[in-house]
């Protein structure tokens, strides 16, 4: 594998082909905030803190670093106002679904973020994947997996799978940044505790449990 | 009770190749007019599969159902030209008169009821499907009349 030279915050950086820069920041010892990523897993981009400013051949771009790959010369930015500001604002829209979250919380602090800017909507779930990933990399048992989309997209556990694998495991539940994948789990063993054989009951988090 | 082998013809047509996934359902949505359970677990057996991932992609397209489908299917046409064009008295008539809110089925397994963003006859609008067949140029009363037609 061929090494890859560029600078991150002014500081020079080699790292491999394929890697990505959150890997290649990391091991120079800058800090990037993560939500959804995790050592374990295939990249995912879905929570876009990580965002970084990555300038190649002249063209300045906000990037995600967690799936962006390392490129010859490429200069990167962490911090900037514009980053600051992007951080902020994704931080105060994913307190709007998840208030309590102390992985959020803590942003807010870094990055100044107003927990209350954005109107509430309880959803609990901030839809990271870490749950729904782990499940299906790592246990390669997918016992929760996302349904729907848009708005109305949650996790739901299979009741088959999870009355059979989850109560030994229970791996994910301190990856979720939130507290909606057990409130989901504890829902869904609920429903099911006297059917076990219940098909379709797709337990769902907070909007069965609030109804 | 699902057709099973129906449902084994339409894998085997694919080759219970996983990269056919989404075919493999649209095929059975046209077959059966909703995707039964059964017929997911066949698939996920044969194409190997998850069945998590299977019901993801199930409800995350609008052309797939996980209920079963009344004998016509109405999808009334939200989009921007026929909404415009009064897509929302169309609407209501079809729900004054059928009784359903979109998303629902009848109990009689008579009519579905949804709607769609688009079908891509904007001229024609504010246009209707039923059972595939485009109705355009639609005014309340035509509608009602429309209805009647089917059975
Ligand atoms: S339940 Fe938690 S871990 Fe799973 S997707 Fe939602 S926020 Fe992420
Ligand atoms: S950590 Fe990169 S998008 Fe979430």
Redesign the pocket.
Known sequence: MTDITLTIDGQTVTASEGATVLDAARAAGIAIPTVCHHEKLEPFGGCRLCVVEAEAGGRTSLAASCIFPVQQGLNVRTRTPQIEQVRKVLTEQLLAHAPESEVLLKLAEDYHANKDRFPREPSF????????RYCAEVKQLNAVSFVDRGPTRE?SFDPEIANRECWECKE?FP????S??QA?YVLMKSLTAFSPSAHCAAATPAKQATA | MTDTTKVQQIIDRHDAREGALIEILLDIQHEFHWLPSEALELVSDRLNVPMGRIRHTATFYKAFSLVPKGRHEINVCMGTACHVRGAQRVLEVIQNTTGLMPGETDAEMKYSLDTVNCIGCCALGPVIEIDKEQHGKLVPGKTAALLKRYE
């Open positions: 779930c901030i839809l990271c994947g870490l749950c729904v996790i994910c990856l979720c940044p939130t909606a994948l989901a």
